[in-house]
């Protein structure tokens, strides 16, 4: 005969209730992800620029949002990040510097112990240059990204900001031409976009006034990418 109280059926039912949301939370306590951009209700947009290849189209660039006040996010690669320690201090002084990785390489074809010493190349190098600490935001080359890389960035603390406006800007010798650069911002942004454009031009840093200028016209506002954290 069963001695079972009503008592002993309530502990049961607690202690499966207990394990069930146990299970459940993990994963969301874990839970990472890419940004691609912001809040779509939100005017706000998020300028960013990748690589840094050219010390002359970088300086005009930063002249340039010094100029219109604008905040922007420079991820820059590890070659250019050694050798051009000027501007990569005014980077630091005036906007925000965020890590490229070091190499510039494919991350996705990377162990996670070659992607941790290059992603922490970069923070030495960049602490020896600025004294400071890197901002703890992160672009992929090219892109390229998987669940497993995106574990290693959250472990290192990183957020990775990609973005979803983009055009062909990225090589430096087949230069499309400013209406090329100014007709693809101009269409694909939107509200919360987070744009991405390549200081390998001459045409990116000669519309770059004009595209600020003509986005505010729309009604967009140019944030810091820390207001999506």
Not at 90 to 114: A, P, W, Y
Request: aromatic share 12%; glycine share 4%; with cysteine.
């Amino acid at each position: 005969m069963s001695h079972t109280t009503i008592g002993d059926k309530m502990k049961k039912i607690w202690v499966l209730l207990l394990v069930f949301f146990c299970i459940v939370s993990v994963p969301l306590v874990a839970k990472s992800q890419v940004i691609y951009h912001g809040n779509r209700n939100s005017n706000h947009i998020y300028l960013t620029f990748d690589d840094g290849y050219s010390y002359k189209n970088t300086i005009k660039i930063l002249d340039t949002l010094k100029e219109k006040n604008v905040q922007a996010t420079f991820f820059i690669e590890g070659d250019f990040l050694v050798q051009n320690p000027t501007v990569i201090r005014r980077i630091v002084k005036e906007q925000t510097l965020g890590n490229h990785t070091f190499s510039h390489k494919d991350i996705t074809s990377m162990s996670d112990s070659q992607l941790r010493k290059d992603i922490l190349k970069f923070e030495e190098e960049a602490f020896k240059i600025t004294g400071m600490p890197v901002t703890k935001y992160f672009r992929s080359p090219m892109g390229k990204i998987n669940k497993q890389k995106l574990q290693v960035l959250t472990e290192l603390n990183y957020t990775v900001f990609h973005w979803d406006v983009s055009y062909y800007d990225y090589v430096y010798f087949d230069d499309r031409g400013i209406a090329h650069a100014l007709k693809n911002i101009m269409k694909q942004t939107q509200n919360g976009s987070i744009i991405l454009m390549h200081t390998l031009t001459k045409s990116n840093v000669n519309v770059l006034g004009t595209a600020i200028d003509k986005l505010r016209e729309k009604g967009f506002v140019f944030s810091p990418l820390s207001e999506l954290l």
